[in-house]
């Protein structure tokens, strides 16, 4: 049951020092969500309870046992995710003085975590759950910071955050994206709205890529995809290797710079292969070949030449098309293990991923090795979010980027 205080009762219960006197509107939870709570899962989904939460507050509060609340960030809009956990105490009430306070040492904390990063310019200064700032990431690259809101919730605090970012960054220029599931293209640059978009280059490991700001509804580079590049960096040395779904390149420049003999590079778009191109010439790197198809035409295309390679780079998007059917990730691994198995030197690698919070980490393996049948394949180890984008206890959801490696023997 919803307890909805309105705004004129300036009646508090609760503990807050804060400046409104408003009370933190009460709802009830499912059984199993506080369950999860404690378990350190911070997303209330939705079912019969959240769905009654109000429209209008950017906090409720719900209690879970005797004497314990735990305080929501409410995102009654959202198609799944109807509210984040801020924290759990004995408090039923947070005014927004004291949220201010606490998301300010948050984001302070958040960002002294990534100081130690020089060996590159793209990092993430906050990664959301895991730094306890649920639905707000937060990206450094060079001397521009993205603030990406995952939740509506930050709407309504987006002057505070992008206050406490002018304190620490004073000189970077700051763009907030709202990130939506139907990948609607919405940027702003918050530091100067005349400004429509930004192209700028950033150093990675050594290599240079362009950067798009406001163009499309991605930036050209995957940061949380850069600290799980220098784990595997020791792969790539004289190696002939193959980087599917290659977007912007970052992998066949980074395999590039590490001494690879030769890289093949395959993507469905002759925009992003274009835009790998000017990285290239950027860079002023040699020893790529792109291909504009879909990757199961170019595997097939690779085996009836008889090519093979040392390393293969799989990176899919969580379900893609190749043009005529839409097709999962998880379930094209079928066809492509298969081909793998037949284009990969003896002795060779695939690194490949899942990208989604649905499926776990335990599932995606049990596809594989069934997919992998009786081949002489291995799975030899495990690739996962790591640096500054780590991952928390309790919250499969945050695992979302699920890398195997494959050993062909
Ligand atoms: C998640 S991005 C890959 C990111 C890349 N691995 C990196 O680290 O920068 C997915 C890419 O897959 C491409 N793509 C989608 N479907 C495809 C398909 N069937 N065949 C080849 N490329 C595809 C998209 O154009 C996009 O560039």
């Not at 956990?85 to 975590?113: C, N, T, V």
């Not at 992003?272 to 191109?277: G, I, R």
């Not at 060779?348 to 393996?365: C, D, P, V």
Request: with cysteine; charged share 30%.
């Amino acid at each position: 049951m919803n307890k909805k205080t309105s705004a004129s009762s300036g009646k508090s219960k609760g503990k807050s020092t804060g400046r409104s006197r408003i009370r933190t509107p009460r709802v009830e939870l499912h059984p199993a969500s506080i369950k999860y709570l404690y378990k350190g899962h911070p997303w209330i989904t939705k079912d019969r309870f959240s769905m009654k939460f109000p429209q209008g507050s950017p906090f409720v509060t719900a209690k879970l046992e005797e004497g314990k609340f735990a305080i929501l960030l409410n995102d009654p809009t959202h198609d799944s995710v109807l509210a984040r956990l801020w924290r759990i105490g004995e408090g039923s009430h947070l005014g927004p003085k004291d949220f201010y306070f606490e998301l300010r040492q948050r984001m302070q904390d958040s960002f002294e975590a990534r100081r130690g990063i020089t060996d590159r310019e793209n990092y993430y200064l906050a990664f959301g759950e895991t730094d306890f700032l649920p639905g707000l990431f937060i990206i450094r690259l060079k001397d521009r910071i993205l603030v990406q809101f995952y939740s509506n919730f930050w709407n309504h605090f987006e002057k505070d955050i992008l206050k406490i970012i002018k304190d620490f960054y004073p000189n970077d220029k700051v763009w907030v994206q709202k990130r939506n599931l139907k990948r609607k293209k919405e940027f702003y640059c918050a530091s100067n709205k005349s400004i429509q978009e930004d192209e700028f280059t950033v150093n990675e490991f050594g290599v240079d890529y362009i950067i798009r700001l406001n163009q499309f509804y991605d930036i050209g580079l995957y940061t949380d995809m850069a600290a799980i590049r220098n784990r595997v960096k020791d792969d790539f040395e004289d190696k002939s290797v193959l980087n599917l779904y290659s977007y912007t390149g970052a992998y066949t420049l980074f395999a590039l710079k590490q001494g690879a003999k030769d890289v093949t590079s395959v993507d469905l778009s002759q925009k992003y292969l274009d835009w790998l191109e000017e990285n290239l010439e950027l860079n002023k790197m040699e020893g790529n070949t792109s291909l504009c198809m879909p990757t199961i035409k170019a595997l097939e295309k690779f085996k009836e030449e008889g090519r093979k390679f040392d390393l293969i780079i799989c990176d899919p998007p969580s379900a893609s098309s190749d043009g005529k059917k839409v097709s999962k990730a998880i379930d094209a691994y079928k066809d492509m293990i298969p081909l793998f198995d037949m284009i990969l030197n003896k002795g060779g690698k695939a690194h490949i991923f899942l990208n989604t919070h649905s499926i776990t980490r335990k599932k995606f393996e049990t596809k594989v090795k069934e997919y992998i049948g009786k081949r002489k394949i291995s799975i030899t180890g495990a690739l996962r979010l790591t640096g500054d984008c780590p991952s928390l206890k309790g919250f499969i959801e945050g695992d979302y980027l699920k890398g195997l490696t494959l050993l062909k023997k």
